[in-house]
């Protein structure tokens, strides 16, 4: 490595050529302000509505979910489920239009109505985000060294010169190729996957504890999309940062992710550790995607647009169960909101009938069946141990918030 | 955000045909473009100078008409004409002008016998004081004005920008000349009303005389260009990705506006204003008229008057140019400023 890499790295210039020690990367390792086996991420109840024309537009609607520090979560759901607008209020990311309630707590700090000052600088230090289309997220006109050192500097003390070095040992570390020439070009200079690398290495110059990837690997072709995500389950292990990964690709879910959180228009519907989820589903509408997915001809970035109905209109929410309309299983119970409920250990799930219920039309368990057979999802090391946290047993969040 | 987001915007694409002329091939791609450029320049002179010709044609009357008045005798105004060299065919005057003019001379007014590289020599300096004043200070206002209306759209400051930008932009500029005239000269005293004091007579009553007729000229522009800056930096803020990008990477607001979305919106203005330079330059025939100034636009209305067609080709000759260089200065800026063009790649 470079002399420069001595100005900055606390005196640590053993540090060989190539894989980068992730305590150089910056300041000491920060202690959690967590307890350990807090979670990382509270959210509670986000509700976002947006209000367009005079319609209302509930795009998020009590959406709970917990999240463990350095683990690799994935939220998945059709379009328009709010996976993003979900994520863009947490980091305070929305237009101000959107009216946003509820609770988010990182670090047991809430962030739903924390002063922009506070938010601003979490944004991109403690918490960071990779968005979908790298071709759009990068500015234009900017050198991509100097949108990375602009990171930098946000959140470290760092001089230029030490900027600098850390922006290209950033770029060493997201493997950019020749990453000290890169750092003199322009986005339109780079490929796809370099430029999502470019992404990632902006992300990380705040040092997350959490990075949540908006699709990050929609816009790649399936080659560049492995390594990619490759790259982000090693930063992720080696930086011990927590993980976001929203994506439409329930295949991709499954072989990265250790839990999963599916989204129903706006709100959590199942939660769970990704072996137990794919091997147990209950949930009408998981199911419904799982068997919307053939197995093998299945394109790989295609939308889960084979589920029968349509998604509900965000502004006409149907009273109950969101899902009633499309799904087999509904009764007239289902006019009653269904509470997302920790059903077996560590599953949550919102039905009043679940899959294997025995009521309504049930299909029947699924275990084992579809694409995403449990002994091949075991083989993934990702999927082996779900997060270590043990949760006590009917905890559940109700679409309200109040206690059941 | 991600509905409108997922909306292509593609910047780019608009500087296409830009950026491909702009190639990195052989030796210096701006030299490259100065000279195609310039070559380019060739017929459109000759198109306009052609098309004037012939339009001063149709006009009844010539010069040696308008010289001797109406009781000259027939006899009279053909020795005129024969004199100043009228009687021979119209291609043969045009082709001897052009003889000259592609040597650099332009010849001499057919009215007052002066050259007109002389008569260009007081006029340009006059209408060219007005344009840069015009621009400069139209630009300089809408600059800071459109930053404070993007940074809260719907907010006081955007609000008021657009009541005065969309009053200023529906007032012809003769009429604001005379608005700025009755209020400024006459009603005031401020400023004169008409005239033109030259800067070696003092730099201050140099600008006195320029002011009222800058703002006639300038006011409009600046109204045009916050609207457009404005409109286009919130485009950019409430589209863009990279924009999101930098906010999530904690970049403050004003910085995200100035650093991230002004500097993306900077090649539409610079377009837009190099554009204007054209037809702006036109637009000072009227208000020179209107504050007396011996500028380019007034040596046009009168050689027409006159059927001084010397004069005439010689003023448009100078109105194309510019709108030639116009056009190549905005492609030299960009292909300095926008790394997309610089690079040659789309
Ligand atoms: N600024 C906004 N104003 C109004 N409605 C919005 C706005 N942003 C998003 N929405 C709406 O919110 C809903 C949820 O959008 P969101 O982008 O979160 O979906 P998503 O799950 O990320 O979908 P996708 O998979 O297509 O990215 C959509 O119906 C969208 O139209
Ligand atoms: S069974 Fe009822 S609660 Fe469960 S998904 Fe279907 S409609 Fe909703
Ligand atoms: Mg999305």
């Not at chain 1, 302000?33 to 990382?40: H, W, Y």
């Not at chain 2, 320049?41 to 000759?46: R, V």
């Not at chain 2, 009781?71 to 045009?94: F, H, S, W």
């Not at chain 2, 010689?314 to 300095?336: C, M, Q, R, S």
Request: overall charge neutral.
């Amino acid at each position: 490595m470079s002399k420069r890499t001595a100005t900055y790295a606390s005196g640590d210039s053993g540090v060989s050529e190539g894989v980068i020690d992730p305590v150089s990367l910056g300041k000491p390792s920060r202690a959690s302000a967590a307890q350990p086996g807090e979670p990382l991420l509270v959210v509670e109840d986000l509700r976002v509505q947006f209000t367009r024309g005079g319609r209302k537009i509930n795009a998020v609607n009590g959406l709970s979910y917990e999240l463990t520090p350095g683990s690799m979560m994935a939220i998945i759901g059709e379009s328009g489920s709010g996976k993003s607008v979900s994520s863009r209020a947490l980091m305070g990311l929305l237009p101000p239009t959107a009216k946003i309630t509820g609770s988010v707590r990182f670090e047991g700090r809430e962030l739903i109505g924390m002063p922009e000052r506070d938010m601003r600088a979490l944004r991109g230090g403690d918490i960071a985000m990779v968005f979908q289309d790298p071709a759009r997220s990068l500015n234009p006109t900017m050198k991509i060294g100097a949108q990375i050192t602009e990171a930098v500097k946000l959140h470290s003390d760092l001089d230029k010169k030490g900027a600098h070095a850390r922006a290209v040992e950033l770029l060493k570390l997201v493997r950019l190729p020749a990453a000290e020439r890169r750092f003199h070009e322009y986005p339109h200079q780079l490929s796809g996957g370099m430029r999502q690398r470019v992404m990632i290495a902006i992300a990380l110059a705040g040092e997350p504890r959490l990075l949540i990837a908006d699709e990050a690997t929609t816009a790649l072709d399936v080659t560049t999309q492995a390594q990619i995500m490759e790259l982000l389950v090693e930063l992720q292990q080696r930086l011990g940062m927590a993980v976001i990964m929203i994506s439409h690709d329930l295949g991709l879910a499954a072989s990265y992710a250790q839990d999963v959180v599916v989204m129903y228009a706006g709100r959590a519907v199942e939660h769970a550790p990704t072996g137990t989820l794919f091997a147990n589903v209950r949930m009408p509408y998981t199911h419904a995607l799982l068997g919307a997915i053939p197995a093998l001809d299945r394109e790989p970035h295609s939308l889960f647009e084979v589920t029968p109905g349509q998604p509900p209109d965000l502004s006409a929410l149907p009273k109950g169960c969101p899902f009633r309309p499309r799904c087999p299983n509904a009764t007239d119970k289902c006019l009653d909101d269904p509470p997302l409920t920790e059903h077996e250990p560590e599953h949550w799930w919102a039905c009043w009938h679940p899959v294997g219920s025995g009521l309504g039309n049930d299909p029947g368990p699924r275990a084992g069946t579809g694409p995403l057979d449990p002994a091949v999802a075991a083989d993934d090391p990702g999927l082996a141990d779900g997060p270590d946290e043990a949760a006590g047993p009917g905890r559940h969040h109700t679409p309200n918030g109040e206690q059941r | 955000m991600t509905a409108t987001a997922t909306t292509p915007r593609v910047p780019a694409d608009s500087r296409g045909p830009r950026a491909s002329r702009v190639g990195r091939v052989t030796g210096s791609p701006v030299l490259r473009l100065v000279v195609k450029r310039l070559l380019m320049a060739i017929p459109i002179m000759l198109g306009v100078t052609v098309l004037t010709f012939w339009v001063l044609s149709l006009i009844p009357g010539n010069a040696a008409q308008q010289l001797l008045g109406p009781e000259a005798t027939p006899e009279d105004i053909a020795l005129l004409e024969q004199q100043l060299g009228l009687d021979k065919p119209g291609v043969v005057r045009y082709l001897e002008w052009l003889q000259g003019a592609v040597t650099g001379d332009l010849g001499q007014s057919i009215v007052s016998r002066q050259p007109v590289s002389e008569i260009l020599s007081q006029r340009l300096p006059v209408t060219g004081e007005i344009v840069l004043l015009a621009f400069v200070v139209s630009l300089v206002l809408a600059i800071p004005v459109a930053l404070l209306a993007a940074h809260k759209p719907d907010g006081v400051m955007d609000r008021i920008s657009m009541v005065v930008s969309t009053l200023g932009l529906s007032v012809a500029n003769y009429v604001l000349a005379l608005l700025l005239v009755l209020v400024f000269a006459v009603t005031l005293g401020w400023l004169p009303a008409i005239g033109f004091v030259p800067l070696e007579d003092g730099l201050w009553p140099n600008l006195r005389s320029m002011i009222l007729p800058s703002a006639a000229i300038g006011l409009p522009l600046f109204c045009f260009y916050t609207r457009f800056l404005r409109g286009d930096l919130v485009d950019q803020m409430q589209q863009e990705e990279y924009v999101t990008t930098a906010r999530a990477k904690g970049v403050g607001s004003w910085s995200v506006l100035i650093k991230h979305a002004f500097r993306n919106s900077s090649f539409g203005l610079i377009t837009i204003v190099g554009l204007n330079l054209g037809a702006l330059i036109g637009g000072t025939v009227i208000i020179e008229q209107i504050f007396a100034l011996p500028g380019i636009g007034q040596m046009l209305l009168q050689a027409i008057n006159t059927r001084d067609f010397v004069v005439v080709q010689a003023a448009v000759v100078i109105f194309a140019l510019v709108a030639v260089l116009a056009n190549l200065i905005v492609d030299l800026l960009y292909a300095v400023l926008d790394p997309r063009i610089r690079y040659g790649s789309s």
